[in-house]
């Protein structure tokens, strides 16, 4: 059988003599011979599939259905070959490296799945249901070693890492990498100047990359919080703005850019063994990122960090966060500022459980909250949320493969979709995904 006959021949659903049972049939015609497909409804559905798939699309199809008990049978046509996901054919290996398909085989075999778990064409699309929305992994291995707590952003049609965490038992590392396509990632510096990239704040602001903050030699003695505040046009030359910014050292603090001026909020000056004290509420802003005035030394929110901020609709909002060690606590409760002196509470309680070390981004007029941990109870998660008002929270599910559930990962808006980069799962991972929404789609 050759590569397009097997990649046509997909999802192989049959076992010879039992299709009286089946919900509902499809056959496919590949070169000379005819492959029946069939799903089977016994208040379950079961997927007889082609070869050894691997367990993406078995996780796939449970997600397509979440109301139902979904089980996959394999080795059908190709026998006991492997069938791996689009992704995992260009790293090679054993498993993909000895199979007769290729990346296209995953775009198939989706295809299939989704028009016998959903009752839906392919090539229809009900006026009722919109495009389907799924995530795509872009890398499964980017260039970067796996990490989380890295600095990220969007500057001169680039997606930009600086430096990270890959244990608390060593100084971070001081990298910087870049990519314009998410596949292929260029080291534009392997050792910064700047120290403190453990969970550091980062931000673009009047046409300069910046990093500022963060935490230096995770639980080793000499560990320290930073106020020093870089910049840099090209990320590989870095000049220290000020050494010694005004507000206290602290990493963890949400950043944003807003009326012209760049701010920080809340944070903490004591990652490691800190306590309620080391936790902060203040607020403050530079229109240079050299002098910095205060805009309120409590905001009125609890103090936190590991929490988020973004700008939509002129108003800055924070959301989540709390604390980690050596007592963990954590808020789903979202403010809102239109000034950031005067702080108003949306919710008290989102939708979405409570949670440290999640990203956000601001994409088709929306506030999103994506992944992060909790520890009550204590966990990863991969639920993504949106929001136009802070208040009012909507889950969005997506079909297809997903990224696993991770903490401190990187969020980016580029080239009109969501990404998001590495992060702890665990293991630390380097993997690269992508989310494209319609333009108009139906919030």
């Known amino acids: 059988?050759?590569?397009?006959?097997?990649?046509?021949?997909?999802?192989?659903?049959?076992?010879?003599?039992?299709?009286?049972?089946?919900?509902?049939?499809?056959?496919?015609?590949?070169?000379?011979?005819?492959?029946?497909?069939?799903?089977?409804?016994?208040?379950?559905?079961?997927?007889?599939?082609?070869?050894?798939?691997?367990?993406?699309?078995?996780?796939?199809?449970?997600?397509?259905?979440?109301?139902?008990?979904?089980?996959?049978?394999?080795?059908?046509?190709s026998g006991t070959e492997y069938i791996?996901?689009?992704?995992?054919?260009?790293?090679?290996?054993?498993?993909?490296?000895?199979?007769?398909?290729?990346?296209?085989?995953?775009a198939i075999i989706m295809g299939a799945i989704r028009e016998l778990l959903l009752d839906v064409k392919e090539n229809e699309t009900p006026s009722s249901q919109q495009p389907s929305i799924e995530w795509v992994q872009e890398s499964s291995s980017a260039g970067w070693k796996a990490r989380d707590s890295q600095g990220e952003l969007v500057y001169n049609g680039y997606m930009w890492i600086l430096g990270g965490w890959h244990d608390s038992f060593q100084a971070p590392p001081r990298d910087v990498w870049r990519s314009n396509d998410g596949k292929s990632w260029e080291k534009v510096l392997d050792d910064a100047p700047w120290l403190h990239s453990d969970l550091p704040m980062s931000a673009v602001f009047k046409n300069r990359m910046w990093m500022m903050g963060g935490w230096y030699n995770g639980r080793l003695e000499g560990r320290s919080a930073s106020n020093s505040v870089w910049s840099s046009k090209n990320g590989k030359d870095w000049e220290l703005v000020t050494g010694n910014a005004g507000w206290a050292p602290r990493c963890a603090a949400a950043i944003v850019v807003f009326k012209n001026k760049i701010w920080i909020l809340g944070g903490t000056t004591a990652y490691y063994y800190g306590d309620k004290e080391s936790l902060l509420n203040d607020v403050w802003y530079s229109d240079d990122g050299k002098s910095w005035k205060?805009?309120?030394?409590?905001?009125?929110?609890?103090?936190?960090?590991?929490?988020?901020?973004?700008?939509?609709?002129?108003?800055?909002?924070?959301?989540?966060?709390?604390?980690?060690?050596?007592?963990?606590?954590?808020?789903?409760?979202?403010?809102?500022?239109?000034?950031?002196?005067?702080?108003?509470?949306?919710?008290?309680?989102?939708?979405?459980?409570?949670?440290?070390?999640?990203?956000?981004?601001?994409?088709?007029d929306c506030?999103?909250?994506?992944?992060?941990?909790?520890?009550?109870?204590?966990?990863?998660?991969?639920?993504?949320?949106?929001?136009?008002?802070?208040?009012?929270?909507?889950?969005?599910?997506?079909?297809?493969?997903?990224?696993?559930?991770?903490?401190?990962?990187?969020?980016?808006?580029?080239?009109?979709?969501?990404?998001?980069?590495?992060?702890?799962?665990?293991?630390?991972v380097n993997d690269v995904w992508s989310l494209k929404l319609p333009e108009h789609w139906e919030k």
């Open 1 to 77: 059988m050759n590569n397009r006959h097997v990649i046509r021949s997909i999802l192989i659903l049959l076992l010879t003599g039992v299709s009286c049972f089946a919900r509902g049939q499809e056959q496919v015609h590949a070169g000379s011979e005819t492959l029946e497909i069939a799903v089977f409804d016994v208040n379950a559905r079961i997927l007889f599939a082609p070869g050894e798939l691997f367990v993406e699309y078995q996780l796939a199809a449970k997600a397509m259905r979440p109301d139902l008990f979904v089980a996959m049978a394999a080795y059908g046509d």
């Open 84 to 106: 791996g996901t689009g992704a995992s054919y260009a790293p090679g290996g054993y498993e993909t490296g000895s199979s007769a398909t290729t990346g296209e085989t995953e």
């Open 294 to 364: 205060l805009a309120t030394a409590d905001a009125g929110w609890p103090p936190r960090a590991y929490h988020q901020a973004v700008v939509l609709n002129d108003r800055v909002y924070i959301m989540g966060g709390g604390n980690y060690d050596p007592e963990y606590w954590g808020y789903n409760d979202v403010w809102s500022s239109a000034d950031g002196i005067h702080w108003r509470q949306e919710t008290p309680r989102a939708d979405w459980h409570e949670r440290i070390w999640f990203s956000s981004v601001v994409y088709r």
């Open 367 to 428: 506030m999103w909250v994506m992944g992060g941990w909790s520890g009550n109870p204590g966990k990863n998660w991969d639920d993504v949320w949106y929001s136009t008002d802070g208040k009012n929270w909507t889950e969005l599910k997506t079909e297809g493969v997903k990224w696993k559930e991770r903490h401190e990962h990187s969020a980016f808006v580029f080239q009109d979709k969501i990404w998001i980069a590495g992060g702890m799962t665990p293991p630390l």
